[in-house]
């Protein structure tokens, strides 16, 4: 006689412990609440002026494109070789990326390290081994262990991705300058946290990392812009 199975219920998206996503300006606030409540000096950065906005690129391939190819290049350079990459490949996939010539890509501007990288992301999607589809559902740490596998992606793309483009709470780039500065400005330190400082930081603000991420580029703005120093790095 044969048993009969029960149905598993589908579990919900869970990035991180909150089980909710960046994808609305009522979750922003709603975790920006939690992280004053986290640390009190996340709520003076917000009650100074360090009021972050919701800010979202397209999830998928197109969206990891589109911050591989703007990285270490002006805005205006990236938005030319986007301009040319989209005109070649109207529909921007791992497919047809992966497909494309190389003199294609290099025709649009990409550099080889920069088409060495999409490539590799796009087999890798292609493979099944970087499921970007199921990212959301993952707690940020194995979601970037993931990404960062697949040669090219290193930790800075990989959150950058998750926050930006998927909304991940916990995703936090400590690798980007202007959010080490932004750290040293808030904490009144003499130079600026290194990345492995700013994570132990941000162990803090767990699982709202991203959120915090996001305050501290807002006060960053705000500071610089009180000093009259130019918005960099």
Same mark, same amino acid.
């Given at each position: 006689?044969?048993?009969?199975?029960?149905?598993?219920?589908?579990?919900?998206?869970?990035?991180?412990?909150? #089980?909710?996503?960046? =994808?609305?300006?009522?979750?922003?606030?709603?975790?920006?609440? %939690?992280?004053? *409540?986290? &640390?009190?000096?996340?709520?003076?950065?917000?009650?100074? #002026?360090?009021?972050?906005?919701?800010?979202?690129?397209?999830?998928?391939?197109?969206?990891?494109? #589109?911050?591989? *190819?703007?990285?270490?290049?002006?805005?205006?350079?990236?938005? %030319?070789?986007?301009? $040319?990459?989209? @005109? %070649?490949?109207?529909?921007? /996939?791992?497919?047809?990326?992966?497909?494309?010539?190389?003199?294609?890509?290099?025709?649009?501007?990409?550099? @080889?390290?920069?088409?060495?990288?999409? $490539?590799?992301?796009?087999?890798?999607?292609?493979?099944?081994?970087?499921?970007? &589809?199921?990212?959301? /559902?993952?707690?940020?740490?194995?979601?970037?262990?993931?990404? *960062?596998? !697949?040669?090219?992606?290193?930790?800075?793309?990989? =959150? !950058?991705?998750?926050?930006?483009?998927?909304?991940?709470? =916990?995703?936090?780039?400590?690798? =980007?300058?202007?959010?080490?500065?932004?750290? $040293?400005?808030?904490?009144?330190?003499?130079?600026?946290?290194? %990345?492995?400082?700013?994570?132990?930081?941000?162990?803090?603000?767990?699982?709202?990392?991203? !959120?915090?991420?996001? *305050?501290?580029?807002?006060?960053? $703005?705000?500071?610089?812009?009180? &000093? #009259?120093?130019?918005?960099?790095?």
């Amino acid at each position: 006689m044969r048993t009969r199975r029960t149905p598993q219920a589908i579990s919900p998206p869970a990035p991180g412990v909150t #089980g909710k996503l960046l =994808d609305s300006e009522a979750a922003l606030q709603e975790g920006v609440a %939690a992280l004053a *409540v986290l &640390d009190p000096a996340m709520a003076r950065l917000v009650a100074e #002026g360090a009021r972050p906005p919701l800010r979202k690129r397209p999830p998928g391939f197109e969206g990891l494109a #589109g911050i591989v *190819v703007s990285q270490q290049i002006s805005t205006a350079s990236a938005a %030319a070789i986007w301009g $040319r990459l989209k @005109a %070649a490949l109207p529909d921007l /996939t791992a497919e047809a990326l992966a497909a494309a010539p190389d003199e294609l890509l290099r025709g649009a501007g990409l550099s @080889a390290p920069k088409i060495r990288t999409l $490539r590799a992301a796009a087999a890798a999607i292609v493979a099944g081994v970087l499921p970007l &589809d199921a990212l959301p /559902t993952l707690p940020a740490d194995e979601a970037h262990r993931l990404m *960062v596998a !697949v040669h090219g992606i290193g930790p800075w793309t990989a =959150d !950058v991705y998750l926050l930006f483009c998927l909304g991940h709470p =916990d995703a936090f780039p400590a690798g =980007d300058l202007a959010l080490q500065e932004a750290a $040293r400005l808030a904490d009144g330190l003499e130079i600026r946290p290194s %990345a492995a400082a700013l994570n132990v930081r941000a162990e803090a603000w767990r699982p709202w990392r991203g !959120v915090a991420a996001k *305050v501290l580029w807002a006060y960053y $703005r705000v500071a610089k812009a009180r &000093d #009259g120093a130019p918005l960099s790095p």
